[in-house]
């Protein structure tokens, strides 16, 4: 008996332009002569699991670890091309040394200045002036990136010094990326630092800007450098000519062609991290700085933001405790009670 069901695809509300993702993904799926309907479902794989149906889940890799500790992931075959792909981003999807995930996008805590604005920061301590910070959304994203680097109490003065960058609660209570006004903020002149994605850049005024991934340590460089990385993997359920289908879907999302057309949507940039190392080359094209950020993305030391098999029970429970404790700092940049990490 013929399986004709659709492939249910779990992908994240916060994936690239989600609309342009999804319309894209099936006409090319159309192209290549599939005729299986699609079903795209929505979910905030932050903070909710998605349903144990889907044969396709989309999602950051900080829940990786949950994911497949919870059941919803398989091994993946080894049948997809991943040569051209930044060797960490495979490397780091693998849960007890089997691998889960291919690599989408990659996305990174980076600071943006204007050229004539540029201080040579090296690391968060180096800027001492107003500055636009999405920390309520992003707090624990900082917290694993300094704790990676301090692995001490000293973590708790990466939030001291950004609180004070801040300037006031009012702004750290309104800094989550739903009501983050960064981009105005940074526009307007009121911040010559941001502190935000590298997509940002399509939303600023054409200028010549200096584009560094954030260094939440005292030290000159990063001693252990952290990215988000989107990844898809196989449910657990399909089979058969089903499970063919969504190997084929895979590889049409790690496809150099499919990636560039994400990066340069309507023959604009989209200032996009893609995995693929090719897609480098043709970006720069548009605009050098991809040059450079091709070579921060480089080093096999690189890592990934991945939490562990309890992450949706304590990551953003752990953060709503580090932003109160932050939330009774005094005027004088002093912890009323020091946050409990």
Same mark, same amino acid.
């Given at each position: ?154 973590v708790h003065r990466v939030f001291e010094h950004l609180a004070e960058l801040m300037e006031g ?7 989550? #990326? ?7 903020? =940074? @526009?307007? +002149?009121?911040?010559? !630092?941001?502190?935000? *994605?590298?997509? %940002? ?54 496809d150099e062609e499919f990636i560039f057309e ?33 070579? #921060? ?7 990934? =933001? @991945?939490? +562990?098999?309890?992450? !949706?029970?304590?990551? *953003?429970?752990? %953060? ?22």
């Amino acid at each position: 008996m013929t399986d004709n069901t659709a492939v249910r695809i779990y992908y994240y509300y916060d994936f690239t332009d989600t609309a342009h993702f999804c319309r894209r993904l099936e006409q090319r799926f159309r192209e290549t002569g599939h005729e299986r309907p699609l079903e795209f479902i929505n979910w905030n794989c932050y903070k909710q699991q998605p349903g144990m149906d889907g044969d396709i889940y989309i999602y950051d890799a900080i829940a990786l670890t949950a994911l497949v500790d919870k059941g919803y992931l398989s091994q993946l075959p080894e049948v997809i091309d991943t040569s051209d792909m930044f060797s960490w981003t495979i490397d780091k999807s693998k849960v007890k040394k089997k691998t889960y995930g291919v690599p989408l996008m990659v996305c990174a805590n980076t600071l943006i200045c204007r050229k004539k604005d540029d201080l040579n920061i090296k690391n968060i301590f180096d800027l001492h002036e107003r500055t636009a910070i999405p920390l309520k959304t992003m707090l624990m994203y900082y917290y694993i990136q300094a704790f990676c680097n301090y692995q001490n109490d000293s973590v708790h003065r990466v939030f001291e010094h950004l609180a004070e960058l801040m300037e006031g609660r009012e702004y750290m209570a309104g800094s989550s #990326l739903d009501e983050y006004d960064g981009v105005r903020r =940074f @526009r307007s +002149g009121e911040c010559r !630092y941001f502190l935000g *994605y590298t997509e %940002s850049l399509r939303l600023f005024e054409p200028d010549d800007y200096i584009v560094r991934f954030a260094n939440f340590s005292e030290n000159a460089e990063d001693q252990m450098p952290l990215f988000m990385v989107d990844y898809a993997s196989l449910g657990k359920h399909a089979r058969g000519e089903k499970l063919l289908d969504c190997l084929d879907l895979l590889e049409i999302m790690t496809d150099e062609e499919f990636i560039f057309e994400l990066c340069m949507q309507e023959g604009r940039l989209q200032y996009m991290l893609p995995p693929c190392m090719r897609v480098y080359g043709r970006l720069a094209e548009m605009d050098p700085i991809y040059d450079q950020l091709y070579q #921060l993305l480089l080093p096999e030391e690189n890592g990934v =933001f @991945r939490y +562990g098999k309890s992450f !949706y029970e304590d990551f *953003y429970r752990k %953060s709503d405790e580090i932003l109160e404790a932050l939330m009774l700092m005094d005027h004088e940049g002093k912890t009323e009670r020091r946050p409990k990490l």
